[in-house]
DNA sequence: TCTAATAATGACAACTATCTCATTTTTGAG
DNA sequence: CTCAAAAATGAGATAGTTGTCATTATTAGA
């Protein structure tokens, strides 16, 4: 038997030490955010999914009862991903404004390493509103902090936090689309830091910060 | 022959008083605009946009030549009435910080008006580029002249005219849903004008002012 | 190696969607 | 009122989708 190298996606390498039935499940979610990023939510058939996982249409039934809820367990686990890999970046970061603007150009940075799961991100946003939350979750603890170090001057409610969350999801989706240009995170995030209230100059000067490259 | 009161949409109303063909037309959308909105894109079947307008399934197609085309016959007849009322309502408004603020207060207040709309409207401006070009070209003619009036500070481009209507977009969402309070139309006006450069008590008056009722 | 449990297959029934077109109905100009 | 043009109807051919299940293949522990 010779080896058989498909290439594999990023859930189904998080996943090639486990049983098969979690590898297959990895495949197939591997396939749904292909196809929901490229084909958008609507052309994504069961079938398409499981043709694009290389598996027959009956095993898609084996792992999930139906899209949906393909979508949902492809959409947290992103979530998930986000937010562990934020959590990670920002590690030791204790100024608000620095943890805010770090954000932004971080997730803007993960959208496009990882375009598949950028645009699956920013569809599913709309669509799942508990997903939203827990993202938020973080940056609201941030903005919230910002206000008690004194950095930021606007009064923080589930508003702001979603406008904020929403500049960092455009520009993600306009670099992703390529409407945007190579400096859009850092723009983006002396924007936000503008409209929380830090003085013009020094939201510009920490949101054009240079930042260390990410370890491994 | 006893009068037949269909309640009418707002495209059908436009068109009391065209031929048939544009009022079958005009049926067509309004039931379509509605189903997008309630149901969502993908759960719009042709079949089901003309059940909806009381209309044959082999009708729809005299019309349109499927569900994409009627999607954009709407998204771009919504962006045409949104730019219109927008038009009306800042008419005789110089100042450039005004007329963004009242731009996103009156679009809100529109959405509002029409949820299936505005509903509508956001679902199809991540769909037609062209279509948030189209609206945003207004926008931008605004911040360029904020620009010229020393107001804002901010350099202007396509990604900051993206991130200011993106605001106002997810906003009006927000209020749609539920999820954003009766002041969130001024608020973001607000942090639009922030994020600008516009000193943030100028930024909180000029937001927060009244605005004058509409006349029909 | 053997074998019970686990996973995958593929055919299929039921359903839904798309689009066409011969026929019928409605409209409005003369 | 008449009648040709315009519009609408609805049956149906074709294709795609969902979800099930008896059968086959694979896996991994004893």
Same mark, same amino acid.
């Given at each position: 038997?010779?080896?058989?190298? @498909?290439? &594999? ?21 591997? $396939?749904? @955010?292909?196809?929901?990023? +490229? ?6 058939? @069961? ?7 290389? @598996? ?25 991903? *986000? *937010?562990?890999?934020?959590? #990670?970046?920002? $590690?030791?970061? #204790? ?10 150009? +971080?997730?803007?940075? =993960? ?11 920013? +569809? ?7 997903? !939203? ?13 910002? *206000? ?12 702001? *936090? ?7 999801? /455009?520009?993600? =989706?306009?670099? &992703? !689309? ?19 209230? /830090?003085?013009?100059? +020094? ?14």
């Amino acid at each position: 038997m010779d080896v058989n190298l @498909v290439e &594999l996606g990023p859930f189904a390498s998080d996943a090639r030490n486990l049983n098969k039935s979690a590898r297959t499940r990895a495949k197939l979610m591997d $396939a749904a @955010v292909g196809i929901f990023a +490229r084909e958008g939510f609507e052309a994504a058939s @069961v079938n398409r999914i499981a043709q694009a996982a290389d @598996v027959v249409n009956g095993t898609f039934y084996l792992h999930f009862k139906d899209k949906d809820e393909i979508a949902g367990a492809v959409a947290f686990a992103i979530a998930a991903q *986000v *937010v562990r890999r934020l959590d #990670d970046a920002m $590690a030791g970061i #204790d100024d608000a404004a620095e943890r805010v603007a770090c954000a932004t150009r +971080r997730f803007v940075e =993960f959208a496009l390493e990882r375009p598949d799961w950028g645009l699956a991100f920013f +569809r599913a946003n709309w669509f799942f509103p508990q997903l !939203r939350r827990d993202v938020t979750a973080y940056l609201r603890a941030d903005l919230e902090r910002g *206000v008690k170090q004194g950095a930021f001057t606007a009064t923080i409610n589930d508003h702001v *936090v979603d406008i904020v969350a929403s500049m960092t999801l /455009v520009t993600a =989706f306009g670099r &992703l !689309r390529n409407e945007a240009g190579p400096t859009a995170g850092e723009d983006t995030a002396e924007m936000q830091l503008r409209l929380l209230g /830090v003085p013009p100059k +020094r939201a510009h000067r920490i949101a054009h910060a240079k930042l260390p490259p990410l370890k491994l």
